[in-house]
């Protein structure tokens, strides 16, 4: 089993930058697809960005040049740099999983999720 724990959300005003970070615990032997998804309320679950085995990474185009994902692999760490928030940025942020190795944006491909933590923006 993988457990992961998400941290680092908050409340901040537009403009502003949080960092979001995931710890991945349990057995692992081999390296994940990562990935943090979003879901504000009345809104379906959307991800926001990917890294995958290769180190490759996806970014949904609302996001791209404002967020970057990495991950530290000695501290099973995931972490989502936001930049330049937006009050549309708001929602719950999800940290997810999965042995596949290569993965996309899509919440389905998913086994592993965290909690949540929540992103609040205000203008």
């Known amino acids: 089993q993988v457990q992961l724990v998400e941290s680092g959300g908050g409340s901040v005003q537009a403009g502003g930058s949080l960092r979001l970070s995931c710890v991945v615990s349990?057995?692992?032997?081999?390296?994940?697809?990562m990935g943090w998804f979003r879901q504000a309320p009345g809104k379906q679950r959307e991800g926001v960005a990917n890294?995958?085995?290769?180190?490759?990474?996806n970014y949904a185009d609302s996001v791209k040049g404002r967020f970057t994902i990495s991950q530290d692999n000695a501290k099973n760490t995931l972490y989502l740099q936001m930049n330049s928030l937006k009050p549309e940025d708001t929602a719950m942020y999800y940290c997810?999983?999965?042995?596949?190795?290569?993965?996309?944006?899509?919440?389905?491909?998913?086994?592993?999720w965290g909690q949540g933590t929540q992103v609040t923006v205000s203008s």
């Open positions: 997810a999983a999965d042995f596949k190795g290569w993965c996309l944006l899509n919440p389905a491909q998913y086994n592993y």
């Open positions: 349990g057995y692992i032997p081999r390296r994940l697809c």
């Open positions: 890294i995958n085995d290769d180190d490759s990474t």
